[in-house]
Structure formats: C-alpha cells, structure tokens
C-alpha cells in the first residue's frame, strides 16, 4: 500500500510570498503530525490533528504559519510572508490512531521549502 | 531546552562489530522511547521502541535499553552492517492524544565500514 506521500518535494520561493505544503496520509489512519526538520537539528514538532480538528498547534512558531485538515485526510500547511528562517524540510507523518503504543508515525519524504 | 538529546553526532564502526547508539531526556513524564532511522532524502523510518515500564526491547538485531533512573536509553546494532550506515534519531513521546506528539533529540550519523 502508498506510504505518506508528500508535494511538492522541492520548494523555492522569494522572501515575503505565501507557499502551501500538501500532505497525503497513509489511508485510514487518524491522527497526521506536521514536523520542521532544520539543519543538523531534529524533527520539531508543529501540529496534530486527529480527524479534522488540530488537537494541538503548539508547535507552530507564529501567526504565519496555519494548517487544514478539512476533510480528515489530506492536510496543507501554510505559511505566509515567508521568511528565510524558514527555509527547512518539512515532513508529515500519520499514524492510526494518535496513541504511541502500537500505533508508530510513519513519515513522508518530506518538502524541502528553501526561502532566498 | 532540549528534552532529548544526543550528544555524539557521530560513530564509526566496523562490520560485523556492535553499534551502540546512546540518548539523554531531560522529562521524566515520557511514556514512550522510539529509534527512527533516515537516510538522505527520505523521511525517517520507524525502527524499534520501548515502553518506559519495560528496560529491554529486541528485535532482530536491535536491541534498546532503557534507564529510567538515569534517564538514558541505548540501541544497540549487533552485528552492524554498512547498510546499517544512516542517521538515527532517538525520539520520546506521551502515550495518546496530544501527547503522543514525538520530541526528537539531533541525531547521530552511523557509518559501518565494510
């Protein structure tokens, strides 16, 4: 079966312009998590929905950046105005049901945004 | 404040030796201890996690430990591989909802030398 598909893999984009990251879960599964992966640092988490709803946006830096989920599958992240320090590989992950145990994120190839 | 960390960027082994890759955490409120690992160009990929009232886990190859006195957890590769050679990140989670969001320490690269 599809993994967690993400687009577009590449992004180049001028400071101050809007972009729209897309992700498609694994079929079925709940719960999808947005994460920013920046230079020689880890995944850091930015957003959870499980089902429509972001049960936990505690992670997104600013008022620029938004994320949907509108029909509990495909999720788009949004940034607006964007800024270099934005520039990072962005992955989504989805998992069946939202709880660690037994339940594993699985993770796209993620979308590298690079903001000149 | 980083709540998981992995201090070493870096380890070199030789095949067919062991591979022991170790992490730190800081919160004590973690339930949930996995290994991802990632190679260039693709997400990470689940390897092998541990519960926090559990202090061992195997599969195949993979083992992790867990002290939860100490706050430390450890893989270990055995025998490594050069297939093995890729980024491996140690990541801690809560169990369910909003917690079961991953923290992930910076990663270690691992290269096994044939």
């Known amino acids: 079966g599809a993994g967690v598909s993400q687009t577009p893999s590449n992004k180049v984009t001028e400071k101050g312009k809007y972009v729209e990251l897309r992700c498609d879960p694994i079929s079925g599964h709940t719960a999808l998590y947005w994460y920013r992966q920046s230079l020689g640092q880890g995944p850091e988490f930015l957003i959870y929905f499980q089902g429509t709803g972001a049960a936990d946006d505690s992670g997104l830096p600013n008022d620029r950046f938004f994320a949907v989920r509108p029909e509990g599958s495909v999720s788009t992240l949004k940034i607006q105005r964007t800024e270099r320090g934005d520039s990072a590989v962005y992955l989504c992950?989805?998992?069946?049901?939202?709880?660690?145990?037994?339940?594993?994120?699985?993770f796209g190839p993620g979308t590298r945004l690079t903001v000149l | 404040d980083q709540q998981v960390k992995q201090n070493s960027p870096s380890l070199s082994v030789q095949e067919g030796r062991i591979s022991i890759l170790n992490c730190d955490y800081t919160n004590s409120m973690f339930d949930y201890f996995l290994w991802y690992k990632k190679y260039p160009a693709e997400g990470p990929t689940f390897l092998i996690s541990i519960s926090s009232i559990k202090d061992k886990n195997e599969d195949g190859r993979f083992t992790v430990f867990l002290n939860k006195s100490a706050k430390h957890l450890s893989l270990h590769i055995v025998p490594s591989q050069p297939g093995d050679s890729a980024v491996y990140f140690c990541?801690?989670?809560?169990?369910?909802?909003?917690?079961?969001?991953?923290?992930f320490g910076k990663g270690i690269t691992l290269s096994v030398r044939p």
């Open positions: 990541a801690a989670s809560g169990l369910t909802g909003a917690n079961s969001k991953l923290t």
């Open positions: 992950a989805s998992s069946f049901s939202g709880t660690s145990g037994g339940s594993e994120q699985f």
